[in-house]
Structures are given as C-alpha cells and as structure tokens.
C-alpha cells in the first residue's frame, strides 16, 4: 500500500480516533497519540483485515493508551510501567458525570470496561468490537453481557 | 423504559467525550506519521527497550547465553544474502544518535532535526571480520512456561493469546479467564513464540493501590492516596543480587553476580543481566523488579540459544560513520551501553511550539460550536523550523548487535559503538551489504487529497 492509498483510507477515521483517545487520556495529549497510533498502523498496514480498519485502528489505540498511561505511572515509579494493560474509559472519567457509575466501573475488570466502552461509547457493532479483541463476535457478545450485568450488579449493590 | 435502556443512558450520558470535545485532527498528521517511520524520538526509544526488557526470556536447559555452536568456516561474500533485514528494523533498533537526540517531551512538539555526521580523528578504517549468530528458540512453549511458574510459584494454566498467528503464537500462564491473562488479581507469565521467545512475568498485585480519601460535596473524589516510599520493605542489593542469580539461572541465564546490574531507589530495586555470546554481552537480556511493596513484581528471560553462522567480513569504524544516518543499518547494542553513555543536551531547548491545556470541563451544550478551544483547532498552528547539528564521532567499539529478519528472526551480528561528542553513541552493524538485504527505503511522496474528498467509511 503506498502512502497515499493509506492516506485516503485512513484520514476518514480522524474523528473517530480523536473521539476515542478523548475518552481515555489527557486533551492536551490527543494529538500526540493519534500520531502514534497512525505511525503503528502505517509499519503494519500489511497486517489491517480489510473491511474493518477501524476496530483494528482502535485495537493499536488500546495499546498506545495502555503504554501512555504506564509512562505517565513510571514517573512516579519505574517499576508502575509494568502494571497490567487498561485503556478503557477511567473511573475518574466516569465520575466526572456519575459517581455512583464511576464505583460500578472500577470494580470491572479492564476488559470488561473495554467491550462495555466499545458499544457503548465508541458505538461500534458487536461484530466489529470482537475485531478489537480479535475473538469470535459470539464470544464476544456472551463477554459484552456477562459485563453488563456485572456492571449492573455493581450498581444494585453500591446503592 | 428497560434496564438495558436505563443502563445505556446512564453511560451514555457519563461519556467522558460529551465533558472535552475531541479535538479535530488534521489529516497532515497521518502524513508525517508515515514519515516518521524514520525517526524515532528519545521516549520511543525508552519504550523500545522497555518492550526489549519484557521480551527478556529463558536459555531453558541449553542454557541461554553460550550455548554457542562453532562453525570454522570465513565467508568472505556470499551469493544470497544471509540475513533479509526487516522493514521494521528502525523501529525495533533504534540506537542512532539521531533518533536519540531528537527528543520531545509529552507536551511538546520539538522540530525535527537533520543530523550530520563527521568521523574524529582517531578512527580506524582497518577493515575485518566477525562471527554471525542466528538466536534460535529452544525447548517448547509448554516447557518455558512451566518451567518459570514453578520458578515463581505460579499456579494455573496455559492459554493462547487470541491475537497471534500459528506461525508464532502467545501463551499466557495463570489463572486469569480474562483472554489476555491479565486480571488485576493474579500473577501471569506471558511468552512470545518468535523472536527470542521472550517470557515476562507479572504480579498485579505486588503494587501499591490507590484509594480515595477525600470527596467533595457532589461525591467527587478531590483526593488520592499519595504514594509513599517504603524503602525499609525493599531488598538489600546483596539480597536482589542473590535472587536475581537465581531466578536467572533457573530460567536458563548463565550469569555470574558480576555480571548482574542492580538498579534501586526508594520505590523499588530491578535487576538485569545481558546474555553473553563468545565473551560479548548482547541486548538479550533478563530483568527481575520488585515493586515498593518489596514484593516480586515483574520479571523477563528468553528461551533461546546462539548459533554460529559462520564469520564474515566487515566495514572499519570509519565506514561505519557514513552508514550513522540511515535507520537500516542500525542495530540494538547491550543495555550496558545505555548506563555507559548517557546523552547530554547538544543545544538550547527547541522553543515551545505548541500545547492545549484549554480543557472544556463543560457540559456538552457548552462545548459546542461556541467553544473558544474549539475554534483554536481550526487556527494554522506555527511551523517548526528544522536545524541541522553537527555530532563528532570521537571513538568506536566493538559490539555485538540484535536485528530482526523478515521472517521475525533474530540474529546477532558484528557492530560498532559509534560515540560521538555529546556522551551518546549510534549502534551501527558492521556486516558488509552482501551478506544483509536491506529492507527498501519508503517513499515519503504523499499527494494532497482532493478538495470535498471525505474520505473511506468503516461501514
């Protein structure tokens, strides 16, 4: 793929991008990490399944985010650069509208606040968020539910 | 109105996007970002070794780092290339002194700038040869893994990373049903089956977990446990020491005290170890951390083995130069090189260019149109001016370097340390062209997209 059939492929999930790391870093920071995330894409461009370009470009966003977030922790702590991954949406995000969501939200796994995130936040279909995680969409929409109804049950018991 | 509706709602209505309006992206940035295939700026170098770091792994029972296999055989030419160099091999190896001095921070866009390259006096242009190695997997991805969960008390079992093709899976060792192993609650050994066969092991729960302590009156949290250091819980360098020998000779890493490097502070102790390859110590590397908690924390080997491929000629350090700033011919040296040379700042810091603190903590109907930081997207942001600097290279070691292959394979081969006159050095291979296919240089060429052109939908 040259350059500018990437360019035209890929300038149309620009929003989509922005909306995405918006949702789980720092504005000021946004810029920066799309960037990142198009310079990933374009070394592994041979590697995008086509048709669905945004899960995958979201799929890199995740782990561009997952290693922000651990180099913002590593200046407090060296050692905090290897905590597990987590992209999802924080908690303190979440608290910023709902509190009470927010406590729900923390007590989720990192995937689970991720598939919950992709179709909720990002809207995209269960078939293209199981291309994120790169499962089977079933297993992904048995995992979608199973979240929800963690989540909802977070909700029961916090109130 | 249902649960499911409700709970949508709810969600939809905390959606941390509706409180800071994303900003519009120019699509000026996928064009640089392809160009920026190129360089590399100081924080992605330290996250690449950082991902060397965790791609550490085990020499099982051959015995990592000298299981070297001796072929007497000089080559001097070679009618097919012995190694097909990887397109990524900037990104993967990424030591030249370019890329390590055009450093930005996180909150700033620095310009980019040109180097020039200028040998020192002293530099030889004595020609001559040096032993090939090919890093070959040994044992088995069930073995590796089982191996280092008994190491570290691991209990549970192997899984697949779902991502990974056949041609070079990942497993993952634990307890986790979580399909990347990682819960926030048990330990998990992850291995890579390419490459080197890196394993790294992590313990969530080793770390110090944050809390809030204070909220406001809407229930916000205003304050956060603060972190303290808890040095007296963390273990003696004679005590790291002792472990670390063990959990690397254990994982296949044959090392002697001498050759572990201990780092500490008031917020943990690492450990690391190079393997070593006929007396050289190569980026291949095991690393053992314990978190402020003292607990083990994190941990990484390899699985592989040395084989000699044979000896073949190379280019002098004064060629080598002339190669210092072309990406494809850069190797990763030892992270000995990396506490040895550290980079000083060549210039004045590049001026501020640009930054957004402009947060809209507005409601969305506040964040619209009318925004102010909206409109600031829209204005033409102020062009960093390149410069051009100068580095000497003063002196030239000797070196073995990693590089990956097409095939994701991972050789060592002849290099140079190239230190130039600002403390910081350029890791150059020194393998003459016909034994290593370079990858092809990418075409930077991006034609302006045509007026009214949206752009290709994901639907």
Redesign the interface.
């Known amino acids: 793929m040259?350059?500018?059939e990437?360019?035209?492929?890929?300038?149309?999930?620009?929003?989509q991008?922005?909306?995405y790391?918006?949702?789980?870093c720092?504005?000021?920071?946004?810029?920066?990490l799309?960037?990142?995330?198009?310079?990933i894409?374009?070394?592994k461009r041979t590697q995008a399944p086509k048709?669905?370009?945004?899960?995958w470009l979201y799929r890199i966003a995740g782990f561009v985010i997952s290693?922000h977030r651990r180099?913002i922790r590593s200046e407090?702590?060296?050692?905090?650069?290897?905590?597990?991954?987590d992209f999802a949406?924080s908690p303190?995000?979440?608290?910023?509208?709902?509190?009470s969501?927010?406590k729900a939200w923390k007590k989720l796994?990192?995937?689970e606040r991720e598939a919950?995130s992709l179709t909720?936040?990002e809207g995209l279909s269960n078939q293209?968020a199981a291309r994120v995680?790169?499962?089977s969409p079933n297993a992904f929409t048995q995992r979608l539910a199973k979240a929800?109804n963690q989540?909802?049950a977070n909700?029961s018991s916090d109130s | 109105m249902t649960e499911k509706d409700e709970l949508d709602q709810r969600l939809a209505k905390a959606d941390p996007a509706l409180r800071q309006t994303p900003p519009k992206l120019s699509e000026n940035l996928i064009a640089e970002a392809i160009a920026g295939e190129n360089r590399l700026n100081l924080r992605d170098r330290f996250e690449l070794l950082s991902q060397n770091l965790r791609r550490a792994s085990v020499g099982l029972a051959v015995g990592g780092s000298a299981a070297a296999v001796a072929v007497a055989l000089v080559i001097t030419s070679t009618p097919q290339p012995l190694i097909q160099l990887s397109g990524m091999q900037g990104a993967r190896n990424s030591e030249s002194a370019a890329a390590q001095l055009d450093a930005g921070s996180d909150k700033m866009m620095m310009p980019f700038n040109y180097f020039e390259f200028l040998p020192g006096p002293n530099l030889s242009d004595e020609s001559g040869s040096g032993e090939v190695y090919k890093l070959v997997r040994q044992s088995t991805p069930e073995e590796v893994l089982k191996n280092v969960a008994n190491v570290f008390g691991v209990e549970g079992s192997i899984k697949k990373y779902p991502d990974f093709a056949e041609t070079n899976p990942g497993y993952f060792f634990g307890q986790s049903d979580d399909p990347w192993g990682y819960d926030g609650e048990n330990p998990v050994i992850s291995l890579w089956w390419s490459g080197t066969a890196s394993w790294n092991y992590s313990n969530p729960i080793a770390f110090p977990q944050s809390s809030c302590e204070e909220t406001d009156a809407d229930g916000n949290c205003t304050t956060w446990t603060e972190f303290q250091p808890t040095p007296e819980l963390l273990p003696t360098e004679a005590e790291a020491l002792a472990k670390a020998l063990e959990v690397f000779n254990a994982t296949g890493l044959e090392v002697t005290k001498e050759q572990i490097r201990i780092d500490s502070s008031e917020w943990g102790v690492s450990a690391s170890a190079s393997m070593y390859v006929d007396g050289q110590p190569t980026n291949v590397e095991w690393y053992l951390g314990w978190s402020s908690t003292g607990e083990l924390s994190y941990a990484g080997g390899h699985s592989v083995a040395a084989e000699a491929m044979g000896t073949f000629d190379t280019i002098s350090a004064l060629s080598a130069v002339d190669l210092l700033a072309d990406w494809r011919w850069s190797g990763s040296p030892s992270g000995i090189y990396y506490q040895r040379f550290q980079p000083r700042a060549i210039s004045e810091p590049a001026p501020f260019v640009k930054t957004d603190d402009t947060r809209t903590e507005s409601s969305p109907s506040e964040g619209s149109a009318g925004d102010s930081s909206v409109g600031d997207e829209s204005m033409p942001e102020p062009q960093p001016e390149p410069q051009t600097l100068t580095l000497t290279i003063l002196e030239a070691e000797k070196a073995l370097l990693s590089v990956w292959d097409a095939s994701g394979e991972v050789w060592l081969v002849p290099g140079w340390i190239l230190i130039n006159d600002q403390g910081w050095f350029g890791a150059v291979i020194a393998v003459i062209e016909g034994v290593i296919q370079l990858p092809e240089e990418t075409d930077f060429g991006i034609m302006p997209l045509p007026d009214g052109d949206s752009g290709v939908s994901n639907k």
Do not use: H
Not at chain 1, 6 to 15: K, S
Not at chain 1, 21 to 24: K, P, Q, T, V
Not at chain 1, 34 to 39: L, N, W
Not at chain 1, 76 to 85: A, M, T, V
């Open positions: 040259s350059p500018e990437f360019t035209n492929l890929y300038r149309g999930f620009l929003p991008i922005s909306g790391l918006i949702r789980r720092d504005r000021s920071d946004v810029e920066e799309a960037s990142r995330v198009f310079e894409a374009w070394r048709g669905f370009e945004l899960a290693n180099a407090q702590s060296f050692l905090e650069r290897f905590r597990p991954s949406p303190e995000d979440i608290a910023v509208a709902d509190l969501l927010s796994s990192s995937f919950i909720a936040f293209d995680f790169e499962i929800r989540l909802k909700l």
